[in-house]
């Protein structure tokens, strides 16, 4: 009698360890996340597993994207330094569970914005830095030029995890086609497969496609087709419940737009101060007290811009001049073109 | 519950009806009708059908290719004795997971596209895209899934008949000779008087696109599933082969000695003296070969077979977000199918135990 006791004693006791590990009471009055970032002395950042021009690492373990800048920007403005970030690299499976069970606290890593995402798991997306769609990549040989040359038959490789399963299969289905659906749970397995002639085809957003193509063993041989599938557009997350943070999360990300707006740049940020213009002087704080909401100092804006740079910066550096994808598209702003409209800081 | 205050503060609800909602994902390769348009409960089985097969297949192979291995190291032909030994210790030093890539990217780059297979055995095409074979239709199948049970139920009560004959009279009849005949010609007399027809479908090559290729018709093996499947039976086959090795060395010499010693055959003095002690020592260490097998076959995920986690714990679970109740489904699958393996190897165990009389 007493041995099983005992025996239930230590699997209570075990079972008590295991939900108090997370334990992170989300009572404190002002932003916790914000508090525990200061504390820790950097920011918990949860990246892709490699996306050249989102969010990649070097030989030396640095990255860079314009993913990884969107938490260098958050660092930037809480901590006074775009370094003190440590990076999670994160499948697409694991990379909701790790944010809303504390692991890191800012998501960047090329996830697209859905409905059922936002209101659905505990998240909150804080804004767009990325407007992408899902499109295919063929073998130029195969002479396909559109996806309606798609026939039944064939098969499609992919990820899982992603809106992408779901976008092929509405696709396919509106179509009438049969296809088969190869998914791996890594993109470095996704592109293996195909590169080696196990599918047809390899869909998911085109920018990623434009990014993987480069790491195959011979990119001139494959194309990436016009059509675009899907609606997808990418953006940083958070865990919902800590609005301070979300706050500071969605204006680091827009001070980077803005800046790129009012041409203010990590090289100029410094002689901004004294511009005519009192919307580019709220710009690099040195008007008004558009930190203090945040628990901030003043020069939150402005160090991002100065470390950081603005978004045009970013694009330019991890994706335009890496060839991934030169022309910026709908990521141009709303005054040249494109749909990166973000509202004012003030 | 911390748990429940964590995922209450954070918006997370908890429950299980998302598994009649649609899960609007397809899936490669599927033992059950299936489709997107089905739920996620359908989903979960389409997952664990699939583990269940390579995990059962996988356990069929390991176990034949695991006796001959076994049976090969203790071969006194030189050739034969050291080929099964470094087999064994090449193929169980390797970590699986690296086995599954080789077999699944190293090897299926060696495979020809579809258009350059060559024919093999006049029905089947072994491509980068999968083996492509020829597939029974079937007419009146039921009738003769019939005969094959009611087969089975005659060489059942045929088997007992004989035990009895020897027991009293000392006769022994060709018991498996018969048997066999026995299978083959009551299946066989359906399709002269049951009315049931089997045709066969091979498959046909179709062009995609310019140099894209594929097969229509036939059955479809995705090389996912063959890459999985030999690298579960080729890993988990070594340690069985030892397993067979240590129960027949088990076995004192002076039992061979004495048996043959009495006029019994080399073979009936394996099948009846040597096999039935050895098997006690091999089961218990094997059945935790098959559980360990059924497990592994989980890393499955790495190389797009749809098993159980692929499709449940991966797919679904992302698509849902309901991370704790999709793992403890999960979880709680593994945990029945290898406590019902344990139970039926644990029921074989005790029949072949000495039983102190």
Not at chain 1, 238 to 258: A, C, F, H, K, P
Request: charged share 20%; hydrophobic share 45%; aromatic share 12%.
């Amino acid at each position: 009698m007493f041995k099983y006791l005992k025996q239930l004693t230590s699997l209570v006791a075990m079972v008590a360890v295991l939900f108090t590990f997370s334990t992170e009471s989300m009572a404190a009055k002002k932003s916790k996340t914000l508090k525990n970032t200061q504390k820790k002395g950097f920011v918990r950042c949860g990246v892709s597993q490699g996306l050249p021009g989102f969010s990649n690492a070097d030989a030396a373990g640095n990255w860079t994207g314009v993913d990884v800048d969107v938490c260098r920007a958050v660092a930037a403005a809480v901590l006074g330094d775009a370094n003190k970030v440590k990076f999670t690299p994160l499948s697409a499976k694991e990379r909701f569970t790790a944010l809303t069970s504390g692991e890191i606290d800012i998501l960047s890593r090329n996830t697209t914005w859905t409905l059922s995402r936002d209101a659905d798991i505990g998240l909150t997306f804080v804004g767009v830095n990325f407007y992408d769609g899902q499109g295919f990549m063929v073998r130029k040989s195969s002479g396909i030029t559109s996806t309606s040359q798609f026939k039944d038959g064939i098969s499609a490789c992919t990820n899982i995890g992603t809106t992408t399963e779901l976008n092929m299969r509405d696709f396919f289905n509106s179509k009438g086609i049969s296809y088969t659906p190869v998914a791996f749970e890594k993109a470095d397995e996704v592109v293996a497969a195909y590169d080696a002639g196990r599918c047809d085809t390899y869909t998911t957003d085109k920018s990623g496609l434009a990014a993987q193509r480069t790491k195959m063993s011979n990119p001139d041989e494959h194309i990436v087709l016009p059509e675009t599938i899907s609606k997808e557009p990418l953006g940083p997350v958070v865990r919902q419940g800590d609005s301070v943070w979300e706050d500071i999360v969605r204006w680091s990300l827009n001070t980077m737009i803005e800046a790129e707006e009012y041409g203010v740049t990590s090289a100029n940020a410094d002689m901004m101060k004294t511009s005519e213009n009192p919307q580019i002087k709220r710009l690099v704080g040195a008007e008004g007290e558009m930190g203090a909401a945040f628990g901030l100092d003043n020069e939150w804006n402005l160090r991002i811009i100065k470390q950081v740079g603005n978004y045009g910066e970013s694009y330019k550096r991890n994706i335009a001049d890496t060839g991934i994808l030169p022309d910026r598209g709908p990521n141009e702003l709303w005054t040249k073109g494109g749909i990166l409209y973000v509202p004012p800081s003030r | 519950m911390n748990a429940q205050v964590n995922m209450d503060n954070r918006g997370i609800e908890f429950g299980f009806g998302f598994l009649s909602q649609e899960a609007s994902f397809d899936i490669q390769f599927s033992l059950i009708d299936y489709d997107g348009s089905r739920s996620y409960a359908r989903a979960y089985l389409v997952g664990l059908l699939n583990t269940l097969l390579v995990s059962f297949i996988g356990i069929i192979l390991c176990t034949i290719l695991g006796v001959i291995i076994g049976v090969a190291r203790l071969s006194p032909n030189y050739l034969i004795n050291k080929t099964a030994s470094f087999y064994v210790e090449f193929f169980r030093n390797v970590p699986l997971l690296l086995q599954i890539f080789f077999w699944y990217f190293a090897a299926l780059r060696a495979l020809p596209m579809p258009e350059d297979a060559p024919l093999i055995f006049g029905s089947s095409y072994m491509t980068i895209k999968g083996l492509y074979t020829i597939a029974p239709v079937w007419n009146n199948f039921d009738v003769f899934f019939i005969a094959l049970i009611i087969a089975l139920i005659v060489i059942y009560f045929f088997n007992k008949f004989a035990k009895r004959k020897q027991e009293e009279e000392g006769k022994q009849y060709p018991k498996f000779f018969i048997s066999l005949g026995i299978f083959i010609v009551i299946p066989a007399l359906t399709f002269i008087v049951g009315g049931v027809d089997l045709s066969w479908s091979f498959p046909e090559l179709k062009q995609l696109a310019k140099t894209s290729f594929t097969y229509e018709g036939g059955l479809g093996i995705p090389p996912e599933l063959i890459a999985l499947t030999l690298a579960l039976t080729l890993y988990t086959a070594t340690f069985i082969a030892e397993n067979v090795r240590a129960g027949i060395q088990g076995v004192g010499k002076g039992q061979k000695e004495a048996a043959a010693s009495i006029g019994l055959t080399p073979s009936q003095v394996l099948k009846l003296v040597i096999m039935p002690q050895a098997l006690r020592i091999i089961i218990p260490p094997t059945t935790n070969q098959y559980l360990n097998l059924t497990k592994n076959s989980s890393l499955a995920a790495a190389i797009a077979y749809p098993d159980l986690v692929l499709v449940f714990a991966g797919t679904a679970m992302m698509q849902t977000g309901r991370a704790i109740e999709i793992v403890a489904i999960t979880m709680a699958t593994y945990l029945s199918i290898s406590l019902t393996i344990s139970v039926f190897m644990n029921w074989y165990n005790k029949r072949i135990a000495i039983q102190e009389k």
